[in-house]
C-alpha cells in the first residue's frame, strides 16, 4: 500500500505510533539515566577523593554532580506520571551539569561536552524541545569561554558552536529518520493487519460459503436420491399398471371374443340354428353384439393406453396420401353419423403434398375425433378440412354440436376425462379415444388442440409434420420425449430399418428393440425410398423377402449409397416363419375371427372335409365348431380339449385337417407335433 510522502511529514500523528514511540524513549530514558548517574557518582567521587579533588574542593565543584544527581532523581520521580517531564528534567540538568564544569575547569574543552544533551534531546524529547536544548547548549558555550584571560583565537569560539550545530543537525536527521521510518513500518503494519483482518473476512465467508456448498450439495445428493427412488417407484408403479392393465385385459378379451364371436354367428348367419329367429330376438342380439363391440374396442383402447406409456407402440410409418386417409376415415364413420341424420363435409385442399406416417394409427385418430363429434352433435353436420399451413399439415374437424366451456378444454384429452358428469350419463363413450389420439399424434412428432364455445360446436385439430420421419418416435421411447423436440435431435439418434411382409415381426421388432428408433417397410422398394430420408445405422432384411440372398446385400447397399451402413439378412419372428418352424401348413393368433378362420382354410380347396379341433377351452372349440358350420361349406368338426384326447381322436378319425393350440394343460402343442409327425 502506497504511503503519502505528507503524511510521512508529521508521523506523529498517529496516537499508536507515538505510543509506541513513548516506549521506545521510555527505554532509552533508563538506560541514560543509568549512564547519567553513574557519570554523576563518580564526578562526585573525583571531587571528594582526597588524590584526585584536593584537602579543600571548591563548592562549584560540587555543584555539576549533584545537578546530575538530582536530576537523576527528579526524572526517575517523573516518569511514570510524564514521560515528557522527566526527559527535561534530565536533560536539563545535564546541561547544567556541564555548564558548572566548564565555570569549574576553566576549560574550553568542557564546551564539546553541550553535544551530549543535544544527542539524547534528540532521542527524548519533541522537535521543538530539541532545537531550544540545541539553541541553549549553542548559547551556553560563550560563557563557558574565560572571561579573565586576553580574547582569545575566533576558532577557538567558533568552533564548539559549529560543532554542536553539525551534531545538533545530524541528530535532528537521524531523529527525523527514525521517526519516518517507525511511520513505515507502523504503516506497513497497519496495512498488513489490515490485509490480516480482510483476509479472516474472506477465509471467514470462504468457510461459510463451503459450509453451505456443502449442505448444498448434500441436500442435493438427497434430492437426487429421493428423486431417484420415486422415479424407480413410478417406474415400478408404471410397470404395474400395465402388466395389470394388460393382463385384465387379456382376462377380459378372452370371454369377450366368444361373446363377439356367437353374436356375429346369431346375427349374421342365424341360419346354422336351423330354425329362424324372432325379430325380436334378433335385435336384443345385435344390441348384445354392438356393445360387446364397444366393449372389446374399449380393452383394446386401454391395452393401447399401455403400450404407450411402455413405449411399446409399433409404428410402421409409410409414405400415404393425407386426402385418401381422410376419405377412409369418413367413409369408416359416415354410417354413425347417418343413424343421427348428420351431414358429413369433406374440404380437402388440391396438391397436398405426402405425408411419412403410420396410416393404422392416423386414420385411427381421425376417426376418434369424427366418433366424437358425432356422439355429442344432435343436429347440423361435421366437416372435416385439410390443409397444409408451414412444414406441417393440419387436419380439422368442426360440428355443431354442445360444444366444451373454456375450463373443460384440456381436460378433454386426459384418459377417462368428458366435458362433465352430465355429458357422461348422457353420451356414449369412456374418454379413451381423445387421450389415445393426442398420444399417436405425439408420436409422430405433432400436436392436437381444441377450440370451442359451450352451446356454439367444437373444433379439433391436429398438425403432423411434412416430410420428416424423424419426428416419429418409435419403440423404447417416451411420447413425451419424442415430437418435434425429436425431430430436431433424430440424426443423434440409432435408426433402424426393418424390411418384412410380416405385420406381427414388425410389431415385435418395433415393440422390443429399446434404445433405437425402428421403422418398418413391407418391402424392398419401399424401405429403398424410407432409407434416403432417415439414413439408418442398420437395416434389417426378413429372409422371407423374396428374391434376395447374403449375396445380394452388397449389391443392394451400393444402390441404396448406403456403402458403411451394415446390411444382415435372417429370419423374423412372424406368420410366415412360425409356420415353417413349425413345420405346419398355416399359423393363426387368437382371436380368431370368421372371416379369417375362413380365409386360413380357403387355400386347402375342396379336399377338406373332417377338421379336429384340439383345445382346452372348450366354449372356444364350439365356437371353431359354429364357425366352420356353414351352408355353403360343411365340415366335420371333431374336437378333444388335451394333447393326448387329441392324438387319440387323430389315430381313431384320421382327420384331413387339425387346428391345433399350442398351449395345452397335459403337453405342448410341440410335443403334439412331434408325435403326429
Not at 29 to 51: D, E, K
Not at 520 to 535: F, K, N, P, S, T
Request: charged residues 20%; proline residues 6%.
Amino acid at each position: 500500500m502506497p504511503i503519502r510522502k505528507t503524511r510521512m511529514r508529521t508521523p506523529l500523528e498517529n496516537p499508536d505510533l507515538r505510543s509506541n514511540l513513548s516506549d521506545l524513549q521510555l527505554q532509552s530514558l533508563r538506560v541514560i539515566a543509568a549512564l547519567v548517574g553513574t557519570v554523576g557518582s563518580l564526578w562526585l567521587f573525583w571531587v571528594t577523593f582526597p588524590p584526585t579533588g584536593g584537602p579543600n574542593p571548591p563548592f562549584i565543584a560540587w555543584i555539576g554532580g549533584l545537578v546530575l544527581v538530582l536530576s537523576l532523581c527528579l526524572s526517575y520521580a517523573l516518569k511514570d506520571r510524564s514521560l515528557r517531564l522527566a526527559s527535561a528534567a534530565l536533560v536539563c540538568g545535564m546541561v547544567l551539569a556541564i555548564e558548572f564544569a566548564g565555570l569549574t575547569y576553566r576549560s574550553t574543552l568542557a564546551a564539546y561536552l553541550f553535544t551530549v544533551p543535544v544527542i539524547l534531546a534528540s532521542v527524548l524529547l519533541s522537535q521543538q524541545a530539541f532545537f531550544v536544548v540545541a539553541v541553549v547548549a549553542i548559547g551556553l558555550t560563550l560563557p563557558t569561554n574565560p572571561m579573565g584571560l586576553q580574547m582569545a583565537s575566533l576558532g577557538a569560539i567558533v568552533s564548539p558552536i559549529v560543532v554542536i550545530a553539525l551534531v545538533a543537525m545530524a541528530s535532528w536527521l537521524s531523529a527525523h529518520n527514525l521517526h519516518t521510518a517507525l511511520a513505515w513500518v507502523w504503516h506497513g503494519y497497519e496495512s498488513a493487519r489490515r490485509n490480516e483482518l480482510i483476509a479472516r473476512e474472506r477465509q471467514s465467508e470462504l468457510k461459510s460459503a463451503l459450509k453451505a456448498l456443502d449442505e448444498a450439495t448434500h441436500r442435493l445428493e438427497r434430492t437426487n436420491y429421493m428423486l431417484t427412488l420415486a422415479r424407480n417407484e413410478a417406474e415400478e408403479a408404471r410397470r404395474l399398471k400395465q402388466q395389470f392393465a394388460q393382463t385384465i385385459s387379456h382376462e377380459l378379451r378372452t370371454p369377450l371374443n366368444l361373446i363377439v364371436g356367437f353374436t356375429e354367428l346369431m346375427t349374421q348367419s342365424p341360419e346354422h340354428y336351423e330354425a329362424p329367429l324372432p325379430p325380436a330376438y334378433m335385435r336384443d342380439l345385435s344390441i348384445v353384439y354392438r356393445n360387446a363391440c364397444h366393449l372389446r374396442s374399449l380393452i383394446d383402447d386401454v391395452l393401447d393406453l399401455a403400450r404407450i406409456e411402455a413405449a411399446q407402440m409399433s409404428l410402421m410409418p409409410e409414405d400415404v396420401d393425407p386426402g385418401v386417409l381422410v376419405e377412409e376415415a369418413v367413409n369408416t364413420a359416415r354410417s354413425l353419423a347417418e343413424v343421427r341424420g348428420l351431414q358429413l363435409h369433406m374440404m380437402i385442399e388440391p396438391a397436398l403434398p405426402h405425408l411419412c406416417v403410420d396410416p393404422t394409427r392416423i386414420r385411427q385418430v381421425l376417426f376418434n375425433v369424427l366418433s366424437n363429434a358425432v356422439r355429442f352433435t344432435e343436429h347440423g353436420g361435421i366437416s372435416i378440412a385439410v390443409r397444409r399451413q408451414a412444414d406441417s399439415m393440419v387436419f380439422s374437424v368442426t360440428d355443431t354440436g354442445v360444444g366444451l366451456a373454456p375450463e373443460s378444454i384440456e381436460r378433454v384429452f386426459e384418459e377417462f376425462q368428458q366435458a362433465d358428469g352430465s355429458t357422461r350419463r348422457r353420451h356414449s363413450g369412456a374418454g379413451l379415444g381423445l387421450a389415445i389420439s393426442k398420444r399417436f399424434v405425439e408420436l409422430h412428432g405433432g400436436r392436437i388442440w381444441a377450440e370451442s364455445q359451450l352451446g356454439q360446436g367444437s373444433t379439433f385439430s391436429f398438425s403432423l409434420p411434412i416430410g420428416r420421419p424423424q419426428g416419429v418416435v418409435a419403440s423404447g421411447q417416451r411420447p413425451e420425449e419424442g415430437g418435434r423436440a425429436d425431430m430436431e435431435k433424430g440424426s443423434d439418434q440409432s435408426v433402424v430399418l426393418a424390411v418384412t411382409p410380416s405385420p406381427s415381426a414388425a410389431g415385435l421388432l418395433t415393440r422390443y428393440l429399446h434404445g433405437c428408433r425402428t421403422t418398418v417397410a413391407a418391402d424392398l422398394e419401399q424401405a429403398r425410398l424410407m432409407a434416403q430420408q432417415v439414413i439408418p445405422q442398420v437395416v434389417l432384411i426378413d429372409q422371407a423377402c423374396q428374391g434376395l440372398n447374403h449375396l445380394a446385400l452388397g449389391q443392394l447397399a451400393r444402390d441404396w449409397d448406403l456403402p458403411r451402413t451394415p446390411f444382415v439378412i435372417c429370419p423374423l419372428p412372424g406368420e410366415e416363419l412360425m409356420r415353417e418352424r413349425l413345420a405346419v401348413n398355416g399359423y393363426l393368433a387368437k382371436p380368431v375371427s370368421r372371416q379369417g378362420l375362413w380365409d386360413a382354410l380357403r387355400p386347402f380347396g375342396e379336399g377338406v372335409d373332417k377338421l379336429l379341433v384340439i383345445d382346452d377351452d372348450r366354449d372356444f372349440a364350439l365356437l371353431l365348431a359354429r364357425m366352420l358350420d356353414s351352408p355353403v361349406r360343411r365340415y366335420q368338426v371333431i374336437t378333444a380339449y388335451n394333447g393326448h384326447d387329441g392324438l387319440e381322436m387323430m389315430r381313431r378319425h384320421r382327420p384331413d385337417l387339425v387346428l391345433l393350440d399350442l398351449v395345452l394343460p397335459d403337453m405342448h402343442g410341440l410335443q403334439v407335433l412331434e408325435c403326429i409327425g
